[in-house]
């Protein structure tokens, strides 16, 4: 026992907490890598940490907090361009990600909600999830705006809330129609079969509208990695 109104005291509780600290992260490992009697993988239903740091290449890092995502990037017109957008939608998108602060000195934009990558384990909650999905991109299409690149890397379930999802990753969004290909579906024509999947095909030709956000939202149907006696990725007719 220790007595932390005593300065020496609390200096003495530093070596118990440090080691129980490294106890810490073997039991995240033992939980992340469990996986029960059913088979489901607990690490896809609890992969969430307080603080991630992601390097995305080219000098591109997302950091994840316990309430906010920070993407931070390699060049100001990347930056620029970015914002521009997010300032564009400026909150008008319900079920989506927001900025809540910038620094050009960085060129970090700050995000919330914050949310964790999550794939639908049942087709209740994929049918719960693509309800936020597409009540987000009617918002969006009201505006004439089309987000051009969903997949379960773009749809997060947030951390604060149970069963609530959100789009992010808003970077490719433009006006609509666009006449001009879209730099991505173009080069995954070529041979690209997962880029192929993720876009509509008239997105790699040239002239392209919101229709493309029906393609990705069949492309999560597509890629949610259910099983089952069903058609479409293991998902059920109804």
């Known amino acids: 026992s220790l007595d932390l109104s005593s300065p020496v005291e609390r200096l003495k509780a530093l070596v118990p907490c440090y080691r129980i600290a490294g106890l810490l992260p073997l039991l995240a490992d033992r939980c992340f890598n469990n996986i029960n009697n059913s088979g489901v993988n607990y690490k896809q239903l609890f992969a969430y940490s307080d603080f991630e740091r992601l390097d995305l290449g080219n000098g591109n890092f997302i950091e994840m907090t316990t309430n906010t ?14 914002k521009e957008i997010y300032d ?49 991109l009617v918002a969006l299409h009201d505006l004439s705006f089309m987000h051009r690149d969903l997949g379960w890397d773009k749809v997060m379930r947030r951390s604060d809330r149970e069963n609530e999802w959100f789009v992010c990753g808003f970077e490719e969004a433009v006006g609509a129609p666009q006449i001009y290909p ?27 509208g919101v229709k493309v956000d029906v393609w990705g939202v069949g492309y999560l149907v597509k890629t949610s990695g259910l099983g089952g006696n069903g058609v479409v990725g293991g998902v059920p007719k109804m």
């Not at 995502?69 to 970015?82: D, H, L, P, Y």
């Open 69 to 82: 995502v920070t993407r931070i990037f390699s060049s100001k017109r990347r930056w620029t361009a970015v």
């Open 182 to 208: 879209h730099g991505a579906a173009a080069a995954g024509g070529v041979g690209d079969a997962a880029a192929r999947g993720r876009h509509a095909p008239e997105m790699g030709r040239g002239l392209h």
């Open 88 to 136: 564009f939608l400026d909150q008008r998108i319900p079920h989506a990600e927001f900025i809540i602060r910038s620094s050009e000195k960085d060129l970090a934009l700050v995000f919330k909600p914050r949310g964790c990558k999550f794939k639908p384990t049942n087709c209740d909650q994929l049918v719960e999830a693509l309800k936020y999905v597409t009540k987000a």
